[in-house]
């Protein structure tokens, strides 16, 4: 017998028992489902990481204060640090939550930081309108902003608001610059800031000598490793630690971070597809069940099968591919409903619709390799019926 | 050379603490183009012996040769074989497929043939005319009737135009007239050339064939005389 012929047969008897055969492909249904859907939740989770990989500064090293002693780093520090040989770009920081002002009514409370310059290099941000601070405008300590995407949007200010002013805390500034979005959201959007000169900042709003990090890009990747190594001795000495002191700040890899972060995401996408499959093996025990049980009733059937010729091979044949349709309709419907959740839930996630065909194909091999397994013991059940008791049964 | 030749046939079933004795030393031959009926009382092993010559059950002990060829030594799928190509199987309970119509169940044993889907409902179709059943090609076993549903049966044993036909109590489950209406079918049958074999326990059935074999308790007491 064909293979078309054998599908023929099996479809005309799930159309016979259709709410039977709809049941029953239901844990195949879930199961698929849940791989697929698991499984781009993952990969979406990891592509996220990834995007946040690539807008973080390159070879960025922070340097923050160790936790529990304040305004242990200083200007003086940052301008010692960028004085070290290796390093690209050194920029201080100082952040004051402020609220900022358009002159008609917009305003908006963000983080203030006050840099340098070197900032746009250090933090990997790209200007959109407008320029960024310079050197000279951070040297003299004048009044001018550059604003980061969700600021300007907030304000509604577009490219005509270059040369225009914004109060901050009331105090007028020139807006120089508007940065590209790199995306982002709730309280880690790096777009919801504005950038001044360090120096007004310490002027107008935080007094004091000290800074809360500094941003350094060091020029090498492979230079990571000794930067760190040459910036710790420099700070231990110039903040007079003794030599089994604990640092009073401590340097930060942001990228090393996110890429352990990566591959943890990545693990868990493993993890949860593997646990989601569980779901698809006890589809396939389903398969199975009702494929034992429909042997049983069919067994009169069987025993005329055989008495009109067929061998055991047709009549295994036929129970499996009764059981392969069962499984591979059962898939291709959860992964369409695997498709509609993940996208449904990469929407709310913001991380957008993740289409994979590998994990598809994985989901549909799988489910076919379900009905083989499952299905290959009923079957073979069914061809071994002996024809003369299969058709005295009753 | 005969049709079919038995040679000390006998069948046992084991059945763990008991052994059946359904059939011992059963002999007979049949020539091609006879009708013979195989008469006898419930029990006596009628449809034991319709198994073992229909290749869906093997004996225990004795030889059967069909057409020449020693059955013993057939594996299963060559027996498949035989019951696909070389036999019509008629049965008391009809055992049509149900859920399925009358065409495509006169069809089955063609699809075991390997016959195309288009050969396969031409040739069913053909043969349920010729037994006036072309108006119920699309009717279901469980609406019609049981004259209609034994008709059925019958053009599905005869579709694959086996060499031998084997009707087991083929009037049994039916109603005086549908009965005699079956009967004249197999009389055409047997006019017509087919080798067929009638078992049954009522003597008026057995009558119209033109050889009886008297079965009581799984032997041949009476193998009538050849034609
Ligand atoms: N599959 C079987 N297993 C055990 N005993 C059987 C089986 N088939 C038939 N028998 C026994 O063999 C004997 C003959 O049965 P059967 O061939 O059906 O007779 P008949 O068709 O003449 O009524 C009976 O005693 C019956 O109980
Ligand atoms: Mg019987």
Known sequence: MSAVELVRLALSRLRRGRVRAALTMLGVIIGVASVVG??????????RITQQLSSLG????????????????????AAAIAGLSGLAAVAPEIQTQRTVATSTTNTTTTSVVGTSADYATVRAFEVWQGTFLTPFAVDQGLRQVVLGATVA?????????IGGQVNISGLPFQVIGILQPKGGAGSNDPDNQVLVPLGVVRKYYVGGTGVQSIGISVANATGMQAARDS????LRVRHGLAAGATDDFSIFDQTQLLQAASSISGTLTLLLGGIASIALIVGGIGIMNIMLVSVRERTREIGIRKALGARGRDILSQFLIEALTLSLIGGLIGVLAGIVVSAIIGRIAGWGFIFDPATIAVATVFSLAVGIVFGVWPARQAARLDPVNALRYE | MSLLRLDQIGRTYDMGHV????????????ERGEMV?????????????????????RPTSGRYELDGTDVGSLNDAALA??????????FQSYNLLPGTSAMDNVATPLLYQGVSRRERQARAAAALEQLGLGHRLRHEPSELSGGEQQRVALARALVTKPALVLADEPTG?????????????????????HTILLITHNPEVAAIAQRQVHLLDGAVVDAGIAA
């Open chain 1, 38 to 47: 698991l499984v781009s939740v993952g990969r979406g989770t990891t592509a």
């Open chain 2, 19 to 30: 052994q059946v004795e359904a059939l011992h030393g059963v002999s007979m031959t049949v």
């Open chain 1, 231 to 234: 910036i710790s001795e420099l």
């Open chain 2, 37 to 57: 009926a195989i008469l006898g009382p419930s029990g006596s092993g009628k449809t034991t012996m319709m198994s073992i010559i229909g290749c869906l059950d």
């Open chain 1, 58 to 77: 390159t070879n960025l090293l922070t340097i923050n204060p160790a936790r529990g002693s304040a305004n242990t780093l200083t200007l003086d520090d």
């Open chain 2, 81 to 90: 074989r035989i019951r696909s190509r070389t036999i019509g199987f008629v």
């Open chain 1, 153 to 161: 949007t907030a304000l509604g200010l577009g490219a005509d608001a």
């Open chain 2, 173 to 193: 489950n039916l109603a005086l007239h549908q009965g005699q209406e079956v009967l004249a079918l197999f009389q055409d049958l047997h006019a017509a050339g």
